[in-house]
């Protein structure tokens, strides 16, 4: 089961609502080596507009929120200072309206600059208010993992490919317990790892898989097409799943940045790759 660490100690990120609104204009969402994979617009406190890469519209979340997520990893300490981890999402899996109207799931994790956002965020969080929007930010951090021990043989390169779940593929987790722990629906979403879904090369890496303490915390987003080192994976599907769903996941850990050029950082962390054709799980 999913153990979350208890509340009020540091776990990766500060998980805060923005209550007002971030600077007007359009703004980039990047990944960890600060190159941007799309936009976003904050029409009002609830209203986004999600762009691609290239400009074009993907969609339009009529009940959005920012989420401010904390210091995440990104390849050299001046880019880690410069931005923030955030969510941008609405309920019912994120659903927007795209072009002609057509229902898209525009929920995406990025890096957006810190200076976009209004003084104060942290109003509420624990240290007190009246530390600095950096300094909160800095105090929720997932870090980019520890290099082995000893120097360590990569299984090999590996070919990455973004994992696609759909709404109905869960894990279960005791972060939130639910009322029937054996109903088919008490789980969270293995969709969550597949956003965002305008950017089919963009994908978020975790500090840890999602069967441990703190796991399933995003700390990076990576691109499908960059190099990464295979350096572990286990070795089994994960079984961590509601009854009577299939298991759809196996976890590998690697490196997402092994040619680090002086003064970058190594970027560790797990992935779930999607996987078919495994038994149901008896209850």
């Known amino acids: 089961m999913d153990r979350g660490l208890p509340e009020g100690r540091n776990n990766g990120r500060a998980g805060r609502i923005l209550r007002r609104r971030v600077l007007p204009g359009r703004h ?8 941007p994979f799309g936009w976003f617009e904050q029409d009002s406190l609830r209203r986004f507009r999600i762009h691609e890469e290239r400009g074009g519209r993907w969609g339009t979340l009529r009940h959005g929120q920012i989420q401010v997520q904390g210091r995440g990893c990104m390849a050299t300490r001046s880019l ?16 927007a309206r795209g072009h002609r109207r057509r229902k898209v799931d525009a929920g ?4 957006i600059r810190r200076d976009l956002l209004p003084p104060g965020v942290f109003h509420h969080s624990r240290p007190p208010s009246r530390a600095s929007n950096g300094w909160l930010i800095n105090h929720y951090r ?3 993992g520890q290099a082995p021990p000893h120097p360590v043989e990569g299984l090999g390169s590996l070919k990455l490919s973004k994992p696609r779940y759909g709404v109905h593929q869960l894990y279960q987790g005791a972060k939130r ?19 965002p879904a305008f950017a089919p090369d963009v994908m978020p890496l975790m500090s840890a898989t999602t069967g441990v303490r703190n796991g399933g915390i995003v700390r990076a987003l990576i691109r499908t097409r960059r190099p990464f080192r295979l350096l572990d994976a286990i070795g089994y599907a994960d079984p961590n799943v509601p009854c ?10 690697g490196d997402a940045n092994p040619d680090a050029a002086p003064g970058e950082n190594h970027i560790y962390g797990w992935f779930p790759v999607k996987v078919h054709g495994v ?5």
């Open 80 to 95: 880690t200072d410069t931005y923030v981890l955030v969510a941008i999402y609405a309920p019912h899996y994120s659903v």
């Open 244 to 253: 009577g769903q299939a298991r759809v996941a196996r976890w590998v850990f």
């Open 108 to 111: 995406v994790r990025a890096f």
């Open 28 to 35: 980039e969402l990047v990944d960890s080596f600060g190159q």
């Open 177 to 195: 317990p639910c009322s029937f722990p054996r109903s088919r629906w008490c789980g969270f979403h293995y969709s969550d790892f597949s956003h």
């Open 279 to 283: 038994h149901r799980r008896h209850c």
């Open 142 to 144: 997932t870090g980019c």
